[in-house]
């Protein structure tokens, strides 16, 4: 009796001591019993303050997923072969990787429709996630001797690794190319010689002009009597320093598609010969004796983009007739032919010499059916970086100078205005007479050749005239502009200097880009 007296007096005291507790805190003693007699059988009764109080979230859920998850979220697409279900029917690594890559340059650079620097936030995602995809390239390696030291002196030589010599040279020089175009734009942030306007304010005679293409970009408006000649001369400068880029990446993505491999699903669907695939007309004027490309290309409709991309896919099937016939590369007797090796050699040669003249002047057409072959069966991932990234670039430094060339057209017409509207007895060529001047003594300083830009020094042929070197450049007006990032590019490592590039230099000091569509 006693122990149990002593049992109630303890929990007398806990209770008054609780209760004591509870009226400081302000609540009321009974529904604290009440929600203790509940006990486990259902849920506790909270208080009001607690029952309406929204639940405190983490920080980092707030904020969106990190940098990590996004990375780790990348990353498991390209192992799973961009297949969510884990089954193993996912593309290739490879093509995986290039689809990345493609995909990421779609989403950043294609609002991009002014001639504007880009957003900060998409500059910094492009930077970002781009340096994610290419440090696959670092982890590619090639194995390569090396000369190692012992402790007691003795000289050995080892096999070590390091990256692969063709991703070693040419990723620095992309890189290169893709920061020298987001300056090139970034240069266009205190320009207002020019603004855009929407489609829809502009008057029917101007959306007339535009209406066949280009819908989808805003028109761009010049002053009534056109850009002063220190603008548009800053213009057109601006215009030869994103072709020279234009031109780097199209060199190493030309490189990068002629090593890959040409798929056997695009072999069996070739023609018999090279006379089936271009046409009887095509084909006489390409196998005469006096064969011009200018006089081929005139004598095919180009007026549409559809139409450009069918010859181009008819000639490329010519020169892989052609040359597995030379080379003897298929072993059947139904490939065989009256015609001599040395003639095929000739129609294959000028074959790609018509190639190199579509590619420069129309760099804005998609890619052909052997291209596409290439890409979706290569199962080289430095390949697919490299091919992938390039193409971006020459995408991006295509559509650059297109706005440029808008500029200089809507420039045009606005001098030709001009011109017409003004008095008799004033001078209709005052006013834009300074313009030809303003790049007339820097047009040989200018005319940089694409082997320059490469770094590619020496003549080609082997032949030394006696002719004095010309005299060093003026030095720019605009030092800020012409600053020599274009001669700092890393060599660009290529075995197609005499076939390629060669005839991409020649070809340009005959052809203007803004013949194109």
Known sequence: MNAGAQLQRRSSVRRSRSMAKEEDRGQPPDEEVMSRSQGSSTAPVLDKDSATAPKSRP???????????????????????????????GVPSALAL?????????S?????????????????????????????????????????????????????????????ANIPALRKLDTMLLDYLDNFKERNEFWYVKRDSCSEGENEERSDEKWWIPIVKVPPGGLSPTSRGWLLHQKELVNQVLKAAMAINANCLMEMSIPDTYIDTLPKNGRASLGDALY?????????????????????????????????????????????KDGKSSWGSAVSQEKREQFEERAQTLLLIIKHRFPGIPQSTLDIAKIQENRDVGFALLES???????????????????????????????????????????????????????????TTLLDFMGWTGD??????????????????????????????????????????????????????????
């Open 59 to 89: 920080a980092d859920q707030s904020a969106g997923p990190s940098e990590m998850d996004l990375m780790k979220e990348k990353f498991a697409k390209l192992l799973l072969g961009e297949d969510m279900s884990g089954s193993g029917k």
């Open 389 to 447: 990234y390039s193409r971006v670039l020459e995408s991006l430094a295509f559509n650059v100078m297109s706005r440029i060339e808008d500029v200089i057209q809507a420039d045009n017409v606005a001098r030709e205005k001009a011109k017409k509207n003004a008095p008799p007895g004033a001078d209709p060529g005052a006013g834009c007479r300074c313009a030809p001047e303003a790049g007339g003594d820097d047009d040989q300083s200018k005319t």
């Open 108 to 168: 950043v650079f294609g609002e991009q429709r002014k001639l504007e620097p880009m957003a900060p936030d998409r500059k910094g995602r492009w930077k970002k996630e781009v340096g994610w995809l290419l440090s696959v390239a670092d982890h590619i390696v090639e194995f390569v001797a090396k000369k190692q030291v012992l402790d007691n002196g003795v000289e050995m030589e080892v096999m070590g690794t390091q990256q692969r010599r063709d991703l070693q």
């Open 460 to 517: 080609p042929d082997g032949k030394n005239d006696d002719v004095s070197p010309p005299p060093p450049p003026p030095p720019p007006e605009l030092p800020a502009q012409d600053d020599g990032r274009l001669m700092k590019l890393p060599n660009i490592m290529t075995n197609l200097k005499q076939t390629y590039m060669d005839k991409l230099d020649f070809l340009s000091g005959n052809r203007s880009p803004s013949g194109r569509h």
């Open 284 to 328: 006489r004027i390409i196998t005469d004796v006096e064969f011009d490309p200018d006089d081929f290309l005139s004598t095919v409709d180009l007026t549409s983009e559809h139409k450009i991309l069918d010859l181009k896919d008819r000639i490329e099937a010519s020169v892989i007739i052609w040359n597995r016939k030379v080379h003897n």
């Open 98 to 106: 290039s689809n990345a890559v493609t995909n990421l340059a779609a």
